[in-house]
């Protein structure tokens, strides 16, 4: 019956299922040109493979803490890949998707709750903290592998548009997931090496330090050096501000002069 239990909790939900389904399908239409405009398939195909990769960061955090020895995350459905099982869908899901139709931003997630003293060893902790963003590296590099490898001959530009506006959206997620501030991974990592008194002096901050690190990018040097940053990567990986301005531009399909980027 154990068996039998534990198999059940790590299969894949059926909503993830349909998510995968939608985005293969929409991803179809953007190879393709099925339609009138792409504008609508980009918006489905990149919203879609988004909600995949804030799946995947979760699962990833879950799966770490599995085997670093929390063996309650199956029974809260975190190995199943159901957004709708996280402690706190509307951080972990629609906030980071309300960023992206707003502001073009990939949001730091992280709604799966974790029993930490189950985990023993503070590399167990830290490397619990780092599967997620890491997740979001891995998924870059993928979106990113074509131009890279320099194999784009034969992609249609909406979809090469496509696929470079989801690599910024998951660098910038990696990237702020990534720094040191209260209540975001990259503290996590580091946390398990602070003192005693330093973690207490820093735990009020944690519910706000997401809200502390936009207050913070509206300084115009700021906001300059994190873009600097993610356009550096991007670069390094093969994309040019043009796939990325284009990509932006067919995934707000509803505003005006949307399709300045399609291509006969």
């Given at each position: 019956?154990?068996?039998v239990s534990r198999t059940s909790e790590q299969r894949i939900s059926p909503v993830f299922l349909g998510i995968a389904a939608v985005t293969a399908v929409t991803g179809w239409a953007v190879w393709t040109g099925f339609g009138?405009?792409?504008?609508l398939a980009i918006f489905l195909f990149v919203t879609s493979a988004w909600v995949i990769s804030l799946c995947l960061h979760e699962y990833a955090h879950a799966r770490t803490a599995l085997h670093g020895g929390d063996i309650t995350v199956g029974a809260k459905?975190?190995?199943s890949l159901n957004p709708l099982a996280y402690t706190h869908a509307l951080l972990s899901i629609v906030l980071p998707v309300l960023f992206v139709i707003m502001g073009g931003i990939g949001l730091p997630g992280g709604a799966v709750f974790i029993e930490r003293g189950r985990i023993r060893g503070r590399w167990r902790h830290s490397l619990i903290s780092a599967a997620?963003?890491?997740t979001n590296v891995a998924f870059a590099v993928v979106c990113t592998a074509p131009f890279w490898l320099d194999a784009l001959d034969g992609?249609?530009?909406a979809f090469r548009y496509a696929l470079a506006f989801l690599a910024?959206?998951?660098v910038t997620a990696a990237i702020l997931n990534f720094l040191p501030v209260p209540g975001l991974d990259g503290y996590g990592v580091i946390e398990p090496w602070l003192s005693h008194?330093?973690?207490r002096q820093m735990e009020p901050l944690a519910p706000f330090g997401l809200l502390l690190v936009f207050a913070v990018l509206w300084i115009p040097e700021v906001n300059a050096a994190f873009f600097g940053a993610v356009d550096a990567v991007l670069?390094?990986?093969g994309i040019s501000d043009l796939d990325t301005y284009c990509g932006l531009n067919l995934y707000r399909f509803w505003q005006e002069g949307s399709n300045v980027c399609v291509t006969p």
């Open positions: 019956m154990t068996t009138s405009s792409p504008g459905g975190y190995l997620g963003p890491l992609v249609p530009a910024l959206l998951q008194k330093a973690r670069s390094g990986l």
